[in-house]
Each structure stands twice: as structure tokens, then as C-alpha cells.
């Protein structure tokens, strides 16, 4: 199966800075099929992005996401205080679908 | 808009049987072209895709759980269950239902809120 491994763990940024997480796959991901989700203490995961780059309906175009290769970026261009959360990256490209351990954005 | 709910025991007896069920709203389980999963989270960890089902009934499940899962699918109640046997504490998670976008890999679009289940004696 093919593992993601995301970077940095946690990232401490002030509201209004530039997010960039990092996601790399152990392995090539079919047709670009990874997304990207959030979530919150105590909620489910939220789904942000999928097909690598297209936002799902309904979240702000402060999200963006971009592949080269075998790795792939989540940008948060201005952090809103509701974006400070755990993210995570999934492939769906074969089965099983992995999902990677999370990069948590914290407020410095 | 779909709304998916979780249901079942929030604590099981290890080596026994976990059983949960996800009530879909909103939308007919066997309409459309969507599959139907299970993902777990241990708590502070990250997720894990257990399975998945379509209306139809057929199944694809984790190879890592494959011996141990069974997910099914009662239409005319708009819900799908899951069942993973021989518990043990390494099983204890918050289980999320969610549905997919309609194939299989795929990404995950609609999610439960979540059911926290704990296993020990």
C-alpha cells in the first residue's frame, strides 16, 4: 500500500500568514487521486480538497493544493482563526486508500 | 444535503463482536452511484479506511481487517453496518461512516460525526 508521509508535524503560524503543508508519497499516485481534509477537536474530518488541486464545494479560495511528483503542497494562503486544525492528506489512487498522519497548524 | 449517524455499543468486551450502524438522511442509500464506508481513528492518531459497500452489496474491504470485517447494507432502512470480530484494545477508536464520491479507491465527501468505540473488559 502506499504511504504519505506529511510534514512538519505541527506548524505555528500567527492569523494572516501563509500555511504550506507537505504530503509525499511512497510511491506514485495514480491520475492525481489525493485529497486533503481538516478537522477539528472532536469532529469528523472535513473534505477540502480532491483530485489534488480542485476545492471541494463550499471552501474558500484561501485553499489550494498543487502536486510535483510524488509530493503534494496544501496551501492556506491567509489563516483564518477557524483554519488552525489538523490536517490531513489521503490517496485514492489503489487500494487501499492511506491516509497520512496529519500536520497540525497551531496559532504561535 | 446528506447527513450520515452512527450507531451502536460504545463499549465491547475483547475477543467479542463491534457492531455499528450508519443511518443515511438526506438522500436514498440505493440512488445514485455512491459506495458507502467505514473509517476508524484511534484516539491522537490518524484515520484508517476499514471498508466499504455499495447499494448493490458488494464489498471491498481493507486487506489489513479483511479477516475480521463485515459490512452489509439494509435498503429499505437507508443503512449499512459494520461488524469486526475478535476485538481487541488495539480496536478501540472513534468509527466514522462517510460516503464516497462513487468509485473505489476514492476520497470521501459526506462524514458522520463519529462514534466513540472502547474496548475492554
Known amino acids: 500500500e502506499i504511504v504519505l508521509t506529511q510534514s512538519p508535524g505541527t506548524l505555528s503560524l500567527s492569523p494572516g500568514e501563509r500555511a504550506t503543508l507537505s504530503c509525499r508519497a511512497s510511491q506514485s499516485v495514480s491520475s492525481s487521486y489525493l485529497a486533503w481534509y481538516q478537522q477539528k477537536p472532536g469532529q469528523a474530518p472535513r473534505l477540502l480538497i480532491y483530485?489534488?488541486?480542485s476545492r471541494a464545494t463550499g471552501i474558500p479560495d484561501r485553499f489550494s493544493g498543487s502536486e510535483s511528483g510524488t509530493d503534494f503542497t496544501l496551501t492556506i494562503s491567509r489563516l483564518e482563526p477557524e483554519d488552525f486544525a489538523v490536517y490531513y492528506c489521503?490517496?485514492?489512487?489503489?487500494?487501499?486508500?492511506?491516509f497520512g498522519q496529519g500536520t497540525k497548524v497551531e496559532i504561535k | 444535503q446528506v447527513q450520515l449517524l452512527e450507531s451502536g455499543p460504545g463499549l465491547v468486551k475483547p475477543s467479542q463482536t463491534l457492531s455499528l450502524t450508519c443511518t443515511v438522511s438526506g438522500g436514498s442509500i440505493s440512488s445514485g452511484t455512491f459506495y458507502w464506508s467505514w473509517i476508524r481513528q484511534p484516539a491522537g492518531k490518524g484515520l484508517e479506511w476499514i471498508g466499504r459497500?455499495?447499494?448493490?452489496?458488494?464489498?471491498n474491504y481493507n486487506p489489513s481487517l479483511k479477516s475480521r470485517v463485515t459490512i452489509s447494507v439494509d435498503t429499505s432502512k437507508n443503512q449499512f453496518s459494520l461488524n469486526l470480530s475478535s476485538v481487541t484494545a488495539a480496536d478501540t477508536a472513534v468509527y466514522y461512516c462517510a460516503r464516497d464520491s462513487g468509485y473505489d479507491p476514492d476520497y470521501f465527501d459526506y462524514w458522520g460525526q463519529g462514534t466513540l468505540v472502547t474496548v475492554s473488559s
Open positions: 483530485g489534488a488541486s
Open positions: 459497500i455499495y447499494a448493490s452489496g458488494r464489498t
Open positions: 489521503q490517496q485514492y489512487g489503489s487500494s487501499p486508500e492511506t
